[in-house]
């Protein structure tokens, strides 16, 4: 069977059992569905954060997500993958990115989630702002996020 992929950039929430269900309906090759959801914390370093905006650079943040589903398509062999990100205003508790991978068996598809989420943490381009009580400010990378991105690196 073939590797279906959606890849959606959205204001809008998704609903996580939803979307397993389009990517595993009448699919009898898939033995392990493996999701992962970001969701908007209310502290960060200590930090209150009161709400989160994400911004993005049309086309071309879709166009990053594709090459790294991609190269996980070509590292693992994976029987689906759904990427959704969304941008806009997020308050403390609301759902910001989900990523699912399908395989036939676990490993893959654990292994190709995590990749993809340390790559969307480091690679795609999207833009932050945290709003606390003492003002806003756009979010730096993290060295934690850059390091755990760099364990995919092909030596």
Known sequence: MNCPVAIRIQEDDF???????????????????????GICRADEDSSDIAALT???????AEEEIKRHVDEAMSRWPLNGVSVI???????PGQNIVLVLTASQHRRAAFEAAEFLMD?????????????SA?????????????????RWTKS
Do not use: Q
Request: net charge negative; hydrophobic share 40%.
């Open 134 to 150: 003492t003002g806003t400010g756009w979010v730096e990378a993290h060295a934690r996020d850059d390091e755990a991105a760099a």
């Open 54 to 60: 994400l911004e993005h650079y049309p086309g071309m």
């Open 15 to 37: 609903d996580i059992a939803r979307e397993i269900a389009v990517l595993t309906k009448s699919r009898t090759d898939i033995g392990a569905v493996v999701s992962f959801s």
């Open 119 to 131: 790559y969307l943490k480091t690679s795609a381009p999207f833009w932050k702002k945290e709003e």
């Open 85 to 91: 990100h969304r941008v806009g205003r997020f308050m």
